[in-house]
């Protein structure tokens, strides 16, 4: 092989050095916190799987954007684009036999064959969080609460990220009284979906052709779409017996999150439609007040997946969180944290003789609890000591010739720049330990 030979990584890709591992880690562990904090269990499935249950799930069009392939043994499969599916088919095979309500959640690595920019690669890691077997608006609601409490465990608040929600029962209901066909709903959410990046003047032209609104109709339609509220639904539409029923469903759920502490987090919002077709009931999506990144967060309710996958009809609500777009928000808001190499101790022998002990008082230390290092062959004492600051070391145990005969080691605090010396009983011991 040539000498010069390198292999570039992946487009769409991420290594992860340590220091880069550090704040995912750091995402991981506080997604964790609060998902088990509120009673879920986690888990997790194959990263690849059978190319039929995301065809089943997404249609057709969804292979173009994935990793998919036939293996040796003939099989059409392809790398999880995402984890629903892969929930979906875990339960159909057990769910019936499971106490209810159902909750999972679970942080998996994905994959998507798509244009990269910014917020969006060809692998992330996503927080999935699931509710199955209640259908009513109280597991909507705690899903949106472990999204919005996922990020403030991270430090992020109202200022920093809204969480915009809508009912696709309720724009369906809207629609309807608008008198919007059945057979043009469909073309019609792609419509309000396109919203806001096409503009106002754009969108009704499109609603007149696709919905066959005009006139008042289509005023009102986008006087509800800019309200952003619930108020202007009830007060054109609210005496509509179906737009009233969905109405009193999202006024309980807003109460529900209004008890939890979390309405200034929370906006209604009937231009969030999530382009999934699976989508049965509340929708929401998670963005960052400023505009600047795509979707932190999106998920909704979806109760006939399992049942399309050849489980029991069971409801279901959940989100699914990215690590990319996140993480650029944390170091937007400067609540990455600092990742600089560090440990307990490091010991410095002074010759050959003491190296030995060294060993002995690390592996010591290290039981004890402690993060211990030391040169892996014999260097000068300042060569060691640039090494104990290059990796965070806090102090330093020196074993000299002179101290070890007189039964003794030095402590020396990098912090500080202070030393004493302790007895080598007591480090044999362990009882220095961090």
């Given at each position: 092989?040539?000498?010069?030979?390198?292999?570039?990584?992946?487009?769409?890709?991420?290594?992860?050095?340590?220091?880069?591992?550090?704040?995912?880690?750091?995402?991981?562990?506080?997604?964790?916190?609060?998902?088990?904090?509120?009673?879920?269990?986690?888990?997790?499935?194959?990263?690849?799987?059978?190319?039929?249950?995301?065809?089943?799930?997404?249609?057709?069009?969804?292979?173009?954007?994935?990793?998919?392939?036939?293996?040796?043994?003939?099989?059409?499969?392809?790398?999880?684009?995402?984890?629903?599916?892969?929930?979906?088919?875990?339960?159909?095979?057990?769910?019936?036999?499971?106490?209810?309500?159902?909750?999972?959640?679970?942080?998996?690595?994905?994959?998507?064959?798509?244009?990269?920019?910014?917020?969006?690669?060809?692998?992330?890691?996503?927080?999935?969080?699931?509710?199955?077997?209640?259908?009513?608006?109280?597991?909507?609601?705690?899903?949106?609460?472990?999204?919005?409490?996922?990020?403030?465990?991270?430090?992020?608040?109202?200022?920093?990220?809204?969480?915009?929600?809508?009912?696709?029962?309720?724009?369906?209901?809207?629609?309807?009284?608008?008198?919007?066909?059945?057979?043009?709903?469909?073309?019609?959410?792609?419509?309000?979906?396109k919203y806001e990046r096409v503009g106002v003047d754009a969108t009704r032209e499109r609603l007149r052709a696709s919905a066959g609104l005009a006139g008042r109709r289509v005023d009102s339609l986008l006087?509800?779409?800019?309200?952003?509220?619930?108020?202007?639904?009830?007060?054109?539409?609210?005496?509509?017996?179906?737009?009233?029923?969905?109405?009193?469903?999202?006024?309980?759920?807003?109460?529900?999150?209004?008890?939890?502490?979390?309405?200034?987090?929370?906006?209604?919002?009937?231009?969030?439609?999530?382009?999934?077709?699976?989508?049965?009931?509340?929708?929401?999506?998670?963005?960052?007040?400023?505009?600047?990144?795509?979707?932190?967060?999106?998920?909704?309710?979806?109760?006939?997946?399992?049942?399309?996958?050849?489980?029991?009809?069971?409801?279901?609500?959940?989100?699914?969180?990215?690590?990319?777009?996140?993480?650029?928000?944390?170091?937007?808001?400067?609540?990455?944290?600092?990742?600089?190499?560090?440990?307990?101790?490091?010991?410095?022998?002074?010759?050959?003789?003491?190296?030995?002990?060294?060993?002995?008082?690390?592996?010591?230390?290290?039981?004890?609890?402690?993060?211990?290092?030391?040169?892996?062959?014999?260097?000068?004492?300042?060569?060691?000591?640039?090494?104990?600051?290059?990796?965070?070391?806090?102090?330093?145990?020196?074993?000299?010739?002179?101290?070890?005969?007189?039964?003794?080691?030095?402590?020396?605090?990098?912090?500080?720049?202070?030393?004493?010396?302790v007895s080598l009983a007591d480090l044999r011991l362990g009882s220095l330990a961090s």
């Open positions: 092989m040539p000498k010069n030979k390198s292999f570039p990584r992946l487009p769409g890709f991420r290594d992860f050095a340590p220091e880069a591992l550090a704040e995912r880690e750091h995402v991981f562990r506080s997604w964790r916190r609060v998902a088990r904090r509120y009673g879920f269990q986690e888990y997790d499935g194959p990263p690849l799987e059978p190319l039929e249950l995301y065809r089943e799930k997404s249609g057709d069009e969804i292979v173009g954007q994935l990793y998919a392939f036939v293996d040796k043994g003939g099989r059409e499969v392809a790398l999880r684009p995402e984890m629903t599916p892969s929930l979906a088919r875990m339960l159909g095979e057990r769910s019936r036999a499971m106490a209810k309500p159902i909750r999972w959640f679970s942080i998996p690595q994905l994959f998507r064959y798509e244009r990269q920019q910014r917020g969006r690669l060809r692998e992330h890691f996503q927080l999935n969080v699931d509710i199955l077997g209640e259908p009513r608006t109280g597991a909507d609601a705690e899903v949106l609460a472990v999204a919005v409490d996922a990020l403030r465990e991270l430090g992020l608040g109202p200022d920093d990220f809204v969480a915009r929600v809508s009912d696709r029962r309720l724009l369906s209901a809207v629609l309807a009284a608008l008198g919007v066909p059945a057979d043009r709903m469909a073309a019609t959410f792609s419509d309000i979906d006087e509800i779409l800019d309200g952003s509220g619930l108020d202007v639904v009830e007060e054109l539409l609210g005496e509509r017996e179906a737009v009233g029923a969905s109405l009193d469903e999202l006024q309980r759920y807003r109460a529900d999150l209004t008890a939890m502490g979390l309405a200034p987090f929370l906006r209604f919002d009937l231009r969030i439609v999530r382009g999934l077709a699976y989508y049965t009931g509340i929708v929401f999506e998670l963005f960052d007040r400023k505009g600047k990144l795509r979707a932190i967060c999106g998920g909704g309710r979806y109760d006939q997946l399992l049942q399309r996958v050849g489980g029991e009809p069971l409801a279901a609500v959940g989100f699914g969180m990215g690590d990319v777009v996140l993480t650029e928000l944390l170091r937007d808001r400067g609540l990455l944290p600092d990742v600089a190499p560090s440990m307990d101790w490091f010991i410095a022998s002074v010759s050959p003789a003491q190296r030995l002990l060294g060993r002995e008082i690390a592996h010591v230390l290290r039981e004890a609890g402690s993060t211990v290092a030391y040169a892996l062959e014999q260097r000068p004492v300042r060569k060691q000591l640039a090494m104990a600051a290059r990796q965070g070391a806090r102090k330093v145990i020196l074993l000299g010739p002179e101290e070890t005969a007189r039964g003794v080691a030095v402590i020396r605090d990098m912090t500080h720049g202070t030393q004493h010396e």
